[in-house]
């Protein structure tokens, strides 16, 4: 099991500080978010295997990035040449949006042709392609995310649950059933908390309510329970760790080197 730090937070540093950074964190490997205003930008494709160079000279790995694509296009297929090239095995697709004005199975037909186009790129690129579980999406829980993988090769492509996004945002689909639904494939977990709090009543009488992001330890995704359950069943991915607090961010950081050691102090106790 490796946990990776989500390089969102570090948007607008060059690629040697973004390494510093996260080494400094105290993690030993990286998911790499490929986006415009980041450390790499997708139209500068190239810069991915400059990337996993300068963060194995400071003694991480990149075992994943992160991209937005769901068209598998020339720029998606540049996208993952140069990561199937620079040996990152695992790269996150972006998200197929669900529109509720658009009948669902339509929107899931669609979807599916795209995934078989990625599927062709990645048997050239040899590499496998992870969809997200995201709220507002067409994967925005197991039981939707496992109809848009079925029949799909486990080999090319992952399901990456996201408690936090899935769980507690989106519904209340029991992780369990979650993991469950989506055995086949799950290569990867997004490692964040948050949790609702009540707002001012609206002028129709009704209660507003707000989620927000809460340290690893205080949000309402268990993941005392969770954590125990990867070790007991030998999930061997990654968990990657994102740092979604609208804060300074040096004061992000500071969460995100708190949220690691609470992490890794499940990890240790569901190991004893």
Same mark, same amino acid.
């Given at each position: 099991m490796h946990i990776a730090y989500f390089t969102k937070t570090l948007e607008g540093l060059p690629l040697e500080k973004a390494a510093e950074i996260t080494a400094g964190l105290g993690f030993d490997c990286a998911d790499l978010l490929i986006r415009e205003g980041h450390a790499v930008s997708p139209d500068r494709p190239e810069e991915i295997v400059k990337a996993v160079k300068l963060f194995a000279a400071a003694g991480l790995r990149i075992p994943m990035a992160t991209i937005d694509a769901t068209q598998p296009d020339d720029a998606a297929s540049r996208l993952l040449h140069h990561c199937g090239e620079a040996g990152i095995g695992q790269v996150r697709l972006g998200f197929w949006r669900y529109d509720p004005l658009r009948r669902w199975q339509v929107q899931?037909?669609?979807?599916?042709?795209d995934l078989d186009g990625f599927e062709r790129l990645a048997e050239k690129f040899a590499i496998r392609l992870a969809v997200q579980?995201?709220?507002?999406? #067409?994967?925005?829980?197991? $039981? &939707? %995310?496992?109809?848009?993988?079925a029949?799909?090769?486990?080999?090319r492509?992952?399901?990456?649950?996201?408690?936090?996004?899935?769980?507690?945002?989106?519904?209340?689909?029991?992780?369990?059933?979650?993991?469950?639904?989506l055995e086949p494939w799950f290569c990867c977990m997004g490692v964040k908390n948050c949790g609702w709090f009540p707002g001012a009543y609206g002028a129709d009488g009704q209660r507003r309510w707000h989620s927000d992001w809460y340290g690893l330890d205080e949000g309402m995704v268990p993941w005392n329970?969770?954590?125990?359950?990867?070790?007991?069943?030998?999930?061997?991915?990654?968990?990657?760790?994102?740092?979604?607090?609208? #804060?300074?961010?040096?004061? $992000? &950081? %500071?969460?995100a080197r708190a949220d690691l050691a609470h992490l890794r102090r499940l990890v240790a106790a569901a190991k004893e």
């Amino acid at each position: 099991m490796h946990i990776a730090y989500f390089t969102k937070t570090l948007e607008g540093l060059p690629l040697e500080k973004a390494a510093e950074i996260t080494a400094g964190l105290g993690f030993d490997c990286a998911d790499l978010l490929i986006r415009e205003g980041h450390a790499v930008s997708p139209d500068r494709p190239e810069e991915i295997v400059k990337a996993v160079k300068l963060f194995a000279a400071a003694g991480l790995r990149i075992p994943m990035a992160t991209i937005d694509a769901t068209q598998p296009d020339d720029a998606a297929s540049r996208l993952l040449h140069h990561c199937g090239e620079a040996g990152i095995g695992q790269v996150r697709l972006g998200f197929w949006r669900y529109d509720p004005l658009r009948r669902w199975q339509v929107q899931l037909d669609e979807a599916r042709r795209d995934l078989d186009g990625f599927e062709r790129l990645a048997e050239k690129f040899a590499i496998r392609l992870a969809v997200q579980l995201h709220g507002g999406t #067409l994967h925005a829980s197991g $039981a &939707l %995310a496992a109809q848009l993988l079925a029949g799909r090769d486990p080999v090319r492509f992952g399901a990456y649950p996201d408690p936090a996004n899935q769980l507690i945002r989106e519904g209340s689909e029991d992780w369990r059933l979650t993991l469950d639904l989506l055995e086949p494939w799950f290569c990867c977990m997004g490692v964040k908390n948050c949790g609702w709090f009540p707002g001012a009543y609206g002028a129709d009488g009704q209660r507003r309510w707000h989620s927000d992001w809460y340290g690893l330890d205080e949000g309402m995704v268990p993941w005392n329970d969770i954590v125990p359950h990867l070790i007991a069943t030998g999930f061997a991915g990654v968990l990657s760790m994102h740092s979604q607090y609208q #804060l300074p961010r040096d004061q $992000a &950081l %500071a969460k995100a080197r708190a949220d690691l050691a609470h992490l890794r102090r499940l990890v240790a106790a569901a190991k004893e």
